[in-house]
């Protein structure tokens, strides 16, 4: 069984490649399927098309038909491009530095990074902990799912990619085994720094009495391993303290999460905080280089990448030593990679929907015009992941 997100509270047809998914879509509501493509949609998206609320009472049993995200952004999903050579990546949070619940916020979300990769098979990753990490434990725990093997990639270990973790439902559930995969930040063991996230100074239940078995595993950028059913690349970020991001592969679908990281030109993260651009060594030129040599490498040909974009360009010139970058940026490293699609991510705090529409149609553009489609990432959004990706990469460029 597959689940996957359809729109939320829209009375408009919502059509996506052609296929119409839901006349009237439903909050928090998931289309099911055997991931068989055709096969699928001929059972399940006509009737859904008409009529999704019959079709939905039989999904009771469905892991996620209680507990998506609620923000009403629409889900990009297409069932007719699923099958077995796609993944599917879903937003639980997109926000950076800081949970921003509101009015300003609620179409984009408010929730911290968190974004799950799923194959057809319903393997699963979880890249990053943050506050929508809880939405995801209320969404397997509503399923009965919390038990089993959950892998954890964590991308480094400031707050807003780990504040999730504590409220994370399979944490609490001792037939699950959470497996954490990190960058070591300093001598400390990997251990006793994610311990410190639920220190009885921030939250009541220690690591260590939670009910679920704990695995720590050292990530080693440039060295690859494997979690659940897939192929994980790590590579080096340029971030204060260190970050790392993870290349995905499963089937024959590629995923990249970049996130979070400076550019590659103005200024080199160290283990210090940077009160401002510091001049250059000539060794730090060549760790930059090197840094983003290894970075293009990592991302070369994925369908998908989703790339810190916190910044306006205003912004960052006045923050450049935050660690984190533009849209622009992110589309001058990945055009010319033979990257298909391109997802803005950790929006800053202070970016509300209005804001965010606006990014989202000016970079849309500029996409286009490099044979990149750039999706701007909202909370409750699926992405298929391979298979629509470069079909629209090649509609672009085949000029259809
Ligand atoms: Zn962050
Ligand atoms: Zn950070």
Redesign the pocket.
Known sequence: MYCVPVLESTHEPAVVDGLPVGKVAHRRAVVCCNGDGPACSARHCGPVAHECGPFLAQLATCGYSRALPSAGAPGVCSLRSLNRSTLQAIFWGVR??YPTPGPETVRYGGN??CVEIRSVDGDRIVIDA?TGLARLGEALAAGNQAGGQFDLLL??L?W??VQGLPYFAPCHNQAARVAIHALRPDVVKLRDIVRGVARHAFFPVALDDMAAQFDFHEVHPGRRFRAAAFAVRPFRLNHPFGAVGYRIDGGSASCAYV??TAPFDLLLHKKHFLKGPEPLSPADRRQLQALRASLLQAVEGCDTVIY?T?YTQDEYARFPHYG?STPDHALDLVAGQGIARLVLF?HAPNHSDTMMDEIDAQYRRKGEALGIEVVTAREGLALPVGVRARSSAHRVRAGL
Request: charged share 20%; proline share 0%.
């Open positions: 950076g530095s911290t990074a943050g991308s480094h400031h807003d990619h996130c979070d810190d916190h984190h950790h």
